[in-house]
């Protein structure tokens, strides 16, 4: 019995507190980062705190984990809120030009988070001040309990009481005991030496209760049996498993129960405690050894993720004129960050702490400086959002007045040339302005384009008109009724006629000249030349009623080419004959020559003819 008390003693003072040393190992384990969190983050955190505190199952573990948290996002949140001012000073300054005068007033989120925090401060130090006096009370329960035992004990060693009142008295007094809460550390040890030995007199000295002794030591002994089959089934279902905090809070219970147990048979009681002991140390030492290996994964992924932060650290002095740029260079820090955040697992708490403020301020700066990019950026949006409003004005202005000449048709095109020159206008904006452009345009071109509809339905009539016009002249020229005085004629009613669909222009203006040239060749009064002057006025006229006179540049190439020909042969003629005059019997050759400078000579003078007139049509 001596063995087990005072192991459980020295296991006392040991693990005064098991529950609170396993919970701050796991807050190593499960740190959770905070620094990337946002004020309305902060605040909801807080509520769930004091949430979490108002259970009914609460516990000083639980008051310790929320001072904790408490500890840790105070600076953050601190930080968050200096951002704020110094970038709402800054604002200030840039339209001011100074500091004089600036105040700054923070948010309800603010208010709340602060209202949060003293609320779970002030509730925590209730809840220990209350818990110090609640063991201040069981200490003085205690001592009373022992004194009254001890009066009993004493009573009974004398013969002085009633040994039935006396047991009734022992059991009540160890009932009050175990309802009893915990003392103050310093005290426990020595209360609970002496409630045992008080209890060992008590049933040492009490012979006749022997049997009833033996009773309840063999069920204390049931029931640390039990206990000790708890925590190792404990142990056998956790093989292989991280031990978590749940488990060893759990096999704390259990072991409080074991504490309150009384003796067992005292040839059991060893062994039991020993079994007991062996199953909750299996416990334990895995623990330990989890948490050994644990920092030294927390100690790998450190060094991962400082690799990681110097991947990042050059990013924060990027700067670009270019929105690919920005965004390739997005891409690329969101890359880091993701393998940041899958990088999963605890590291050095106050290291770990360090690093992740550093490279969360490192991203927060890329971001910071990626803000003021586009917000340049979107001043000289909507300074292309007030340029293509003033095109949607000018467009809508020729609408409303009715102006569809071309001149006003080709300032319509120039402004939508001009409007594909102007940049991109605020996202919001981008439909909307578009939307208006296209239908002020849209809404010119389709008046433009209905108009059109009853010019092209004339031009059809006209090309009617024309075809009726050519099948004429073509009948008179098949008939041999091909009288000068009816070219006038048709002549004059063709240009009478107005324009025809510009898909059949050419082909009616080569029918028509077709038909007048086959007229002119009907006429057996007129010479070759004659027919063929006036078939080159006829074209000539054609062309400057069309204004198309490539045709008659054309012409007047090979017009020109002959032309030069002929004045070489001339020129070679006339060498000849100098050279034929100083020849005896050259008479002959001579008048031929001569002949042929005749013939080259008017075909010159044709060409000449031709030449004028087509330079004249020109």
């Known amino acids: 019995m001596a063995s087990e008390e005072q192991e459980i003693t020295e296991r006392e003072e040991l693990n005064q507190e098991p529950a609170e040393t396993m919970e701050m190992e796991l807050e190593e384990v499960a740190h959770t980062d905070y620094s990337q969190f946002s004020k309305e983050d902060y605040a909801g955190l807080l509520e769930k705190q004091l949430a979490s505190l108002k259970a009914e199952t609460v516990s000083a573990a639980d008051y310790r984990r929320a001072d904790e948290v408490l500890k840790e996002v105070r600076p953050l949140f601190d930080q968050v809120k200096a951002s704020d001012r110094n970038a709402a000073l800054q604002k200030y300054v840039q339209e001011t030009g100074s500091e004089e005068g600036f105040e700054y007033k923070y948010d309800e989120t603010v208010s709340r988070f602060d209202a949060l925090y003293k609320q779970i401060k002030d509730q925590k130090n209730q809840y220990f001040q209350q818990l110090e006096k609640a063991k201040d009370n069981n200490f003085a329960v205690k001592t009373e309990l022992l004194r009254r035992l001890r009066e009993l004990v004493e009573a009974d060693e004398n013969n002085a009481g009633d040994p039935k009142t006396s047991w009734n008295g022992f059991k009540q007094i160890q009932d009050e005991w175990k309802a009893a809460g915990n003392v103050p550390s310093p005290h426990n040890a020595t209360l609970w030496a002496t409630y045992h030995a008080l209890v060992d007199r008590y049933y040492s000295n009490r012979n006749i209760y022997f049997e009833l002794k033996e009773l309840d030591r063999k ?100 700067s670009s004129s270019s929105i690919n740029d920005w965004n390739e260079k997005t891409r690329e820090v969101m890359a880091i960050q993701d393998r940041w955040n899958n990088l999963r697992g605890p590291m050095p708490r106050e290291e770990g702490k360090d690093l992740s403020k550093k490279f969360w301020a490192a991203l927060k700066q890329f971001f910071h400086h990626k803000g003021e990019f586009f917000k340049q950026l979107e001043g000289k949006r909507e300074q292309n959002l007030r340029l293509k409003t003033e095109l949607c004005e000018q467009v809508e202005a020729i609408l409303e007045s009715g102006d569809e000449s071309a001149d006003t048709t080709q300032k319509v095109i120039e402004l939508q040339r001009q409007w594909k020159t102007v940049g991109q206008v605020p996202e919001k904006f981008k439909d909307s302005i578009f939307e208006r452009f296209k239908a002020a345009c849209d809404a010119f071109f389709n008046k433009k384009r209905a108009r059109n509809q009853e010019v092209e339905k004339e031009f059809e009539d006209n090309l009617a008109r024309k075809v009726a016009l050519c099948e004429q002249i073509e009948g008179a020229a098949a008939g041999g009724n091909a009288d000068l005085a009816l070219l006038n004629d048709f002549k004059k009613e063709w240009a009478t006629i ?109 060409l000449k003819h031709q030449l004028k007139v087509i330079r004249e049509a020109q």
């Open 219 to 318: 069920k204390n002994q049931s029931l640390k049996t039990e206990l000790c089959e708890r925590v190792e089934a404990m142990v056998t279902a956790n093989e292989g498993k991280p031990v978590t905090k749940t488990v060893i809070d759990e096999a704390n219970s259990i072991f409080e129960e074991y504490k309150h147990v009384g003796p067992a048979p005292k040839a059991e009681q060893e062994v039991l405690w020993q079994r007991f002991k062996k199953a909750l140390d299996t416990l334990y030492d895995r623990r330990r050894e989890q948490n050994e290996e644990l920092k030294k994964e927390g100690a790998q992924l450190y060094e991962e993720k400082s690799k990681l932060y110097e991947e990042l650290v050059p990013y924060t002095s990027f």
């Open 498 to 606: 107005g324009y025809v669909p510009k898909k059949d222009m050419q082909s009616i203006q080569k029918r028509y000249i077709n038909a007048v040239n086959a007229f002119v060749g009907a006429n057996g009064k007129l010479s070759s030349r004659e027919k063929e002057r006036l078939t080159l006025e006829n074209e000539a006229e054609m062309a400057r009623e069309t204004g198309t006179p490539r045709d008659l540049y054309k012409k007047e190439g090979d017009i020109r080419r002959k032309m030069s020909s002929l004045e070489n042969d001339i020129a070679v003629y006339n060498n000849n004959i100098e050279f034929f005059g100083r020849s005896k019997g050259a008479d002959k050759l001579r008048a031929d020559i001569e002949k042929k400078i005749q013939i080259a000579q008017k075909q010159l003078s044709e």
